[in-house]
């Protein structure tokens, strides 16, 4: 299976500041039929279930925020979050889906 | 409106067995790929099995093979998720989400607990 690891495990962020989540796949996760790569972002608060953030690795889906961004390829992914609000709070995940069974990074917490 | 309501959850002894469903809303559910993924408290995600949208193909990670089946009914719009020979190690939520790749909508989940 490949291995998906983030970091930091943690991060405090002023309102207002730019937060970085890390994330390294242990096999590159490109899609053989394209030019994409098989990464996706979840945000999940307290209590609730993951939402997807991105899929491709920079494709944004439906309803998310333009302050999020998703950038990489190969093995070596990011998202950003260029101005941190109060709502960001939370775990976020990565996730490849090049192979089966997909697997997640251990989740990075952001605080303020 | 999307919407994934899973049901089916509770206490069970180890080696016991439970049977999670899943009711599908506000989309074609026949055309999707779906699939069971679990967190256990205070844990990450593992995507624990999903299934084509016909029922012709399944994929489960190693640990659960033999011990879980998924299936669906079309129909109904319903997802199924059989599970013998729990552990308690396999306490944790279940959610049920669309897609094989990326997931893209869940439910809010149920909660298993596996203890004597």
């Known amino acids: 299976d490949i291995v998906m690891t983030q970091s930091p495990d943690s991060l405090a962020v002023s309102l207002g500041e730019r937060a970085t989540v890390n994330c390294k796949s242990s096999?590159?996760?490109?899609?053989?039929?394209?030019?994409?790569?098989?990464l996706a972002w979840y945000q999940q608060k307290p209590g609730q279930p993951p939402k997807l953030l991105f899929y491709w690795a920079t494709s944004r889906y439906s309803g998310v925020p333009d302050r999020f961004s998703g950038s990489g390829s190969g093995t070596d992914f990011t998202l950003t979050i260029s101005s941190l609000q109060a709502e960001d709070v939370a775990v976020y995940y990565c996730?490849?889906?090049?192979?089966?069974?997909?697997?997640f990074g251990q989740g990075t917490k952001v605080e303020i | 409106e999307v919407q994934l309501v899973e049901s089916g959850g509770g206490l069970v002894q180890p080696g016991g067995s439970l049977r999670l469903s899943c009711e599908a809303s506000g989309f074609t559910f026949s055309i999707y790929w779906m699939s069971w993924v679990r967190q256990a408290p205070g844990k990450g995600l593992e995507c624990v099995a999903c299934?084509?949208?016909?029922?012709?193909?399944?994929y489960y990670v190693d640990s659960v093979k033999g011990r879980f089946t998924i299936s669906r009914d079309n129909a109904k719009n319903a997802l199924f998720l059989q599970m013998n020979s729990l552990r308690a190690e396999e306490s944790a939520v279940y959610y049920c989400?669309?897609?094989?790749?990326?997931?893209?909508?869940w439910g809010q989940g149920t909660l298993v607990t596996v203890s004597s």
């Open positions: 096999q590159n996760v490109f899609y053989s039929s394209g030019s994409k790569s098989c």
């Open positions: 299934i084509n949208p016909g029922g012709s193909e399944e």
């Open positions: 996730q490849q889906y090049s192979t089966t069974p997909p697997t």
């Open positions: 989400a669309r897609g094989h790749w990326q997931f893209e909508e």
